[in-house]
């Protein structure tokens, strides 16, 4: 990651209004919705306010009602998404019970996939996320969201006692799930199901090492 200057200053990702009527609450729907369409179409260093708010059939003005900046809009954009993810994650430890480490995969992949493949424009907005500045923080709180909730799992799975091992045992995990899923919803439906395939080949050997170890 390429260091931002010290003497550059952080811009204002603030939204200028948290919208509470249902117009504006749509609005500001349609812009993330624009938004993401739009990093799948040109990426993140083409995409532009007066870009999100053409396609968004609305004036520059309007949208800098919402959002001060591009930046604000793909911080609001990675923030649905990390919503999403908890909801997910929450989900699945609320159905958690005694199964085995291969059904175990599979169930947590699936759900991550159906986070992963609902995100338009996923990658470009994790490489945001990971890039700018601004939405570092984000990228940061991802990634503790996922490491606590599978060592959290691991423990139920009686992989181990140790929190520490465990939350190594938790960022492999999310470092292996991740890459591979942010390829695999970039891929042609027999592609997917084969990088998915090894994914869990994948997990699931990492799973029967920590166990057989512990």
Known sequence: MTEQPANK??????????????????????????????????????????????????????LYHYFPNKHAVLYALAEQWLGEMDSALQQ????????GLRQ??????????????SQRGLLPLVQAMFGVPELKALDDAHDQLVIDAMSTQFAALELGSNPQA???LA????????????????????????????????????????????
């Open 9 to 62: 200053p952080i811009r204002n990702i603030a939204p200028r209004n948290q919208p509470v009527q249902q117009r504006a609450l749509e609005r500001r729907e349609q812009i993330l919705q624009v938004t993401a369409a739009l990093l799948d179409e040109v990426g993140l260093d083409d995409l532009t306010t007066i870009l999100i708010a053409k396609t968004s059939g609305i004036s520059v003005g309007t």
């Open 166 to 168: 465990l939350r190594r």
């Open 92 to 99: 699945l430890d609320a159905a958690s019970g005694p199964v």
């Open 104 to 117: 175990f995969v599979e169930q947590t992949v699936a759900a991550l996939l159906a986070v992963y493949t």
């Open 171 to 214: 960022r492999t995990w999310l470092e292996l799930t991740h890459a591979l899923l942010l390829v695999a919803v970039n891929q042609t439906a027999s592609d997917r199901e084969a990088t998915l395939g090894e994914l869990k080949f994948l997990c699931l050997a990492l799973l029967e090492r920590a166990r057989s170890q512990f």
